[in-house]
């Protein structure tokens, strides 16, 4: 697991309270061969303060994903995925830098692939790795990568950017 790699040291725009986060993020899969398909997340995280020293994660989250996982077109078509997941966030500083930190996060859930045969029930896990430019103290940018693997699919790879608010 990516969060096993993060150690944590002090950094201006790393909260030391508990707070919530609320997060949107359009991305892209790439599934083998390049093939290209939106990936739409909305979600909430909670960061405790209580569990800042778990070298893991320190913020909890609930997040849905829209994927479109027909075989042409970007936005939309007769095949999609629907994934609920719960997933632990763990923040860390870059050096030489204070707006800019890193993450990772990983993620368990289930996903529901819809289309014209039915529907198919999914485990899913991902993990991810990314980036945060702080523009405020409650407003930031992300851009991330995932590896996921949904039960009976290969690997596969999604880009994504993000906008966060935190109160």
Same mark, same amino acid.
């Given at each position: 697991?990516? @969060? ?16 919530? /986060? ?6 892209? /899969? ?11 997340? %909305? ?14 994660? /320190? ?39 204070? #707006? ?11 996903? $529901? ?13 991902? /993990?991810?790795?990314?980036? %945060? ?15 996921? #693997?949904? $039960? ?9 950017? @993000? ?5």
């Amino acid at each position: 697991m990516l @969060g096993l790699m993060v150690l944590l040291w002090p950094c201006p725009f790393m909260r030391a309270q508990t707070s919530n /986060d609320l997060f949107v993020m359009l991305g892209t /899969d790439v599934y083998q061969g390049g093939q290209l398909r939106s990936n739409l997340n %909305i979600g909430y995280g909670h960061t405790f303060n209580s569990l800042n020293k778990i070298k893991v994660g /320190d913020e909890p989250t609930l997040n849905y994903t829209y994927e479109n996982a027909g075989t042409h077109g970007f936005w939309k078509t007769a095949y999609g995925a629907h994934t609920i997941s719960v997933g632990l966030m763990k923040n860390f500083p870059l050096p030489g830098t204070t #707006k800019i930190t890193g993450y990772t996060w990983h993620q368990n859930g289930a996903t $529901i692939v819809t289309g014209p045969s039915g529907q198919t029930s999914h485990t899913m896990t991902g /993990d991810s790795i990314g980036t %945060i430019l702080h523009m405020t103290s409650h407003q930031s940018l992300w851009f991330q990568s995932t590896y996921n #693997k949904v $039960i009976s699919v290969p690997w596969f790879l999604t880009q994504s950017a @993000g906008y966060t608010v935190s109160w």
